[in-house]
Structures are given as C-alpha cells and as structure tokens.
C-alpha cells in the first residue's frame, strides 16, 4: 500500500526510479479497492491542479500551464458537445476547478471497471467539478461476441453470444454494425441465457438504449458509450463522455505531439531506460511487457503514437527524424507529413499541418503511456486507473520526473470485486491439499485409521510392525562401521519388506475410506475448476441483476 503518489520536493529522481507499486485484485465478493485511498482524492486533485497550474516546462513556446489550460478548455467542451447528442448536459463553466478523468475501452467491461465511473461521478458531484471518461476507441476491437457463463452450476463453462458477424481485428472507431438482426436480437438472446441462472440481466434495460442510439451512429463504441452512460444517468451519476479519436484531434493534443517528436532523440532515451528500470525492478523478462521499445530503423526514430489510415485496419507505429527545419512523419513505408519544425521552434504551424491529417484520411493516435501522459498532465486534476494501468504507470511517473521536469501528479487505483451470483461451491486449494494429505497418511500410516474391531483384530501385526520401526530407528541413530552396515544388509532388506507387507495388509483393511476419500478429491477437484467460471469476476456488468449491482455502486463513499 502506498499513501501518496506524489513525487516530494526532495524526492530524486534515483527514488522515482525505484518506486515499485505493490496493487492486488481484490478477492471478496462486495469488495472496493482504492489507493490511496478514496477519503484523500479531493485532497490530491486540489494538490496536483497546484502543481499543473504552476507549471512552466517549455512545450515547443508554450508553458505546459498554458497547454493544459487549452487542453481543458477543449475537452470539456468537446465532450459536452459529444455526451449532448443522447443526454441533456449542463453547459461548461469557466469557474470548474477540478477535473477528474478515468478511461477504458468502449466494451461492455466488469464492474471492477465500472466502478470508476461511478467514482468520477461521486467526486464530481460538487458543482465546481467534473467527471469525464475518456473511450479508449483507438484500441483494438477483437471479438464481436460477449462472453456468459453456460451450462450448469455441476458442469459450467464460459461461453459466448455474438452481437454481430463478420469483423476482424480493428480500431473500435472503425468497428460498425453489419448485421442489423444480429445486433437488435443480441440484449434478448442474453437475458434468455441469464434466466437459466435465476439473473434477470440489466442487459435488459441497457440494449434498447445501445439500439436507439445505433439509429444515429452504426460505429460499436458511440452506441455502447451512450447506452452505458444513460443507464449512469439513471443511477445518479452525469459524467461527460469523450473519445480519444476525437481527442487526438484538438489544438492541445496536437501542441503536445509535436513537442514530443521534436524532442524525440531525448524522449526516446528517457522512454526506453525507464521501461528497462521497470522491468527490472518488476523482474519482467518480456521484450513486450509492458509495452515494446522505441526503435530506431535507419535514421528514423519510433514515436509512441499510432496512425492508421482509410480502406486500413491496421494502426501503425509512428517514426520521426529531422530533415533540416522540418521533421518528417511516416508510418514505416510512406512519409505522410512534413512539420515545419525544430527542436528550439514552437509548434504552431506544425499543429497546422496535423490538422488536415484526418481530411487527407489519415489518423493520429496515442498509444498506451502517452494517452495517460496526456491526461494526467494536461486533462485532469486526478486520474483514476484500474489496477493494470496504475502498474504501468510507473513508467510514466519516470517521463513526467525526467522529460518534462516535474513531479508527477498523484493519481488513483480504483477496482472492485463483484460477483454474479451463480452459487460457487464452497471449495479453497487447501481443501485439496488436506485430501492429499490424508491419502498419503492412508498409504504409509494406515493403522492410524483401523476401527476399535480391527485394532482388536490386528494387534499382532501393530505390535510387530512398532517393533520393527524400532529396531530401524536405534540402527539408523547407532553409529556403525562400514563393516558392520554391511553386514546388517540382509537384516534391513527383511525388515523392510515384512513392514510393506504390514502396511499393505492395513491399507486393505481401510480401503473403503481410501476409496471414499479418492471421490471425494475429485469431487473437490471439479468444483473448483467449476468456480474457475462461477466466482470470476470478468463477466460483464450488463449480466448483473440491478439488485446486485446498484447498491453497491450507489454505496461508494467519497
């Protein structure tokens, strides 16, 4: 657990280094995770909107203060006039002080995710704040398809229902609908499947939300963006909603592109020796964990932004060099701009030609770290992670120390553990090891488990079988010459064998509870691969009951 994570004054860059986050998915049912905790959020959004506001590190002639003062003009703006498209919003005031920021990919995630909307929102709730979730449709759209717990509560398995046909990986700002029937069936066709487990899934409610929408977007990501954050609504929570494709569109996004590929020599440096100090102090054997290397091919360094292009469904890495007073952009066959810049230049014509970028059918994306460098230094006052994000962004507290020159800004890990109720078996690993315990005991100290009778019957053999341990023990613990050891051979071989003989004739005596305990193992051993499916926590949020799930997000204190 760690209290703060803010960088102190005089805290060194050798400590930031060094910081090695300690996170654990929580286990119980009914369990939020927060750290630092949730009571201190107010406190270091206040703290790092201090730290920003202040902030003079030069981006390409601009003040990092007045980027970021840019950059949340844009946003809120942008994502009230998103968000208005499905919601009635309050317009943006000038007199908002804090900002509070999550983000995730547009799926229909857990409530482990979910549950930092509903934190955003409660934070949000005084009317100088705001909450907004930026949709991460840059990612890649791998599956068409939700998955469900099938089968049994003796025999279950994961399965999946498809919402769609027909696709392949993509951007999900490039995934739309093909087939209509398949889509508007899809909310029926899983709350049939979830009635098999007594669960009245909000699948119910939320589908028809996602399906009117679908009226005025085909594009996967605004339809389930707007259905989830209707069914927030609901519930009491009005956080803005923003893509990051629309993001990586703005005036500020585009400043903080090109101040990074015009210093990319220095960026890369800091990139790479803090992704090695990660892996090192994480023990990460990886080439690609958590994220790849910048490289460098030829003269053209690698940039940690994606394009991908129109009729493409493939994203790109980025590569940059200088060529006299311009820098070249290309995608690792065709340079598709030329900034008019320099390392000492400011950005404001290289920000000209980023513009037309997405009229010429090409498109400018962040990648992993640099989408919550840009949110954590230039978006919002406290961004809230998920525990996968919060680890990595041990990598970007070291960019923000080294690169940039400040301290990195707190930020929070926020996760909860909620589970579908579809009655695991009351089983733990241990109640396998104990079985396992006790049928070695059953095969090497049977006697242990003979009956009043059989004792009675056997007490020859128990006798014979004490003293023959007997004499094995004071000839083990008797100093005896090699002479004398080799003599004794035949003896210990004799013995040896009419103690087996022994042991066998007990182990027959309790066969029926080695037998009984054999069943039993296994029986334990199926339930608990069954709860491998029944007590995990990776099932949609859309599968839950509202009597499930609504308390327990309307329950988070701030």
């Known amino acids: 657990m760690f209290e703060s994570l803010v960088m102190p004054e005089s805290e060194t860059q050798a400590q930031v280094a060094q910081r090695r986050l300690r996170l654990s998915v929580p286990r119980d049912d009914g369990s939020l995770y927060a750290v630092p905790a949730l009571e201190n959020a107010t406190r270091l959004a206040d703290e790092n909107h201090q730290l920003l506001t202040a902030a003079t590190t030069d981006i390409q002639g601009r003040s990092l203060a007045v980027v970021r003062a840019g950059a949340r003009k844009e946003l809120c703006q942008a994502a ?6 499905w919601a009635d919003v309050p317009s943006c005031s000038d007199s908002t002080e804090l900002v509070y920021v999550t983000g995730h990919q547009p799926l229909l995630f857990h409530p482990g995710v979910w549950v930092k909307n509903f934190t955003i929102g409660k934070l949000a709730q005084s009317p100088q704040a705001i909450g907004i979730n930026l949709v991460v449709d840059n990612d890649t759209f791998a599956s068409a ?15 999946s229902i498809a919402f769609d046909s027909g696709h392949f990986a993509r951007p999900w700002e490039g995934a739309e609908i093909h087939d209509r029937q398949l889509f508007e069936s899809f909310g029926d066709r899983v709350a049939d499947e979830m009635s098999s487990w007594g669960i ?64 990319l020599p220095r960026f890369g440096d800091v990139y790479n020796t803090a992704l090695a100090e990660y892996r090192t102090i994480n023990k990460v054997r990886s080439q690609t964990h958590p994220v790849p290397e910048l490289r460098q091919q030829d003269d053209w360094l690698e940039a940690p932004f994606w394009i991908w292009r129109d009729g493409s469904h493939e994203r790109r890495r980025v590569y940059a060099k200088q060529v006299a007073a311009e820098i070249h952009l290309q995608d690792g066959e065709t340079v598709f701009a030329k900034l008019p810049l320099t390392p000492k230049g400011e950005a404001c014509c290289a920000v000209e030609v980023l513009r037309e970028l997405p009229q010429r059918g090409f498109h400018l994306r962040t990648r992993a770290l640099t989408t919550t460098l840009f949110a954590r230094l230039c978006l919002g006052d406290l961004f ?12 970007t507290d070291r960019i923000m120390a080294r690169f940039y020159g400040i301290a990195p800004p707190s930020f929070m890990a926020v996760s909860a553990t909620v589970l579908l109720p579809l009655h695991a078996h009351h089983v733990q690993q241990e109640d396998v090891t104990r079985a396992n315990f006790m049928l070695r005991d059953l095969r090497h100290n049977p006697e ?35 002479k004398q050891r080799r003599a004794g051979r035949h003896a210990r071989i004799d013995r040896g064998r009419r103690l087996r003989e022994i042991t066998d004739t007990f182990a027959a005596a309790v066969a029926e509870q080695t037998q009984q305990i054999v069943q039993e193992r296994s029986e334990l051993e199926k339930q608990l691969v069954a709860n491998q499916v029944l007590s995990s926590r990776e099932f949609s949020f859309s599968l839950y009951s509202e009597e499930k799930l609504r308390p327990f997000m309307e329950g988070i204190s701030v």
Request: hydrophobic letters at 35%; proline letters at 6%.
């Open 80 to 85: 009230r006039s998103y968000t208005g498209t």
């Open 448 to 482: 242990k488990y003979l009956s009043e009778s059989q004792v009675s019957e056997f007490t020859p053999l128990l006798e014979e079988k004490h003293k023959l341990l007997a004499e094995a023990n004071h000839e083990r613990d008797r100093p005896l010459m090699r």
């Open 145 to 159: 398809a939700l998955r469900i717990p099938s089968g049994n509560r003796d025999q279950p398995s994961f399965g």
């Open 200 to 263: 009245d899934p909000l699948i119910r409610e939320l589908w028809p939300l996602v399906v009117e929408r679908s009226q005025d977007s085909p594009q996967f990501s605004d339809c389930f963006t707007a259905g989830r954050n209707q069914l927030e609504r609901r519930w009491g929570v009005n956080n803005l909603e923003l893509p990051l494709s629309r993001l990586c569109q703005s005036e500020s996004f585009l400043w903080f592109f090109s101040h990074i590929v015009a210093q």
């Open 384 to 395: 809230l992670h998920g525990i996968g994000g919060a680890k990595y962004d041990e990598m």
